[in-house]
């Protein structure tokens, strides 16, 4: 993966309102050497969450199911992220 492609993911996708983007996320840091807990621990730490998301996949352990040969190629999961968030963002009127 080139240099600085994970900081610039996050830096565009760092609101998670739904589960699909966290889950793709997390597998994301899997697949970038994370430990569970560590993925974990990156995501609280630096991401905005719902609360659907957090009570989901994180109060209900929920990210321990995945895995990260699920994970989605990187430009698509950004871009479905982005199509979610502009669908839920406020439109400026």
Do not use: W
């Not at 739904?18 to 609280?44: C, G, V």
């Not at 994180?58 to 199911?65: A, D, L, P, S």
């Not at 995945?66 to 199509?83: F, G, M, N, Q, W």
């Amino acid at each position: 993966m080139e240099d600085g492609f994970l900081e610039n993911y996050f830096k565009k996708n760092h609101e998670i309102y739904d589960r699909f983007s966290f889950d793709n996320f997390f597998r994301l840091l899997l697949n970038n050497d994370f430990e569970y807990e560590e993925a974990l621990h990156y995501i609280l730490c630096n991401c905005s969450l719902s609360a659907y998301v957090f009570q989901e996949r994180i109060h209900n352990m929920g990210y321990e199911k995945l895995s990260a040969e699920d994970v989605l190629p990187a430009d698509l999961a950004a871009t479905k992220a982005r199509l979610i968030h502009d669908l839920m963002s406020p439109k400026n009127t």
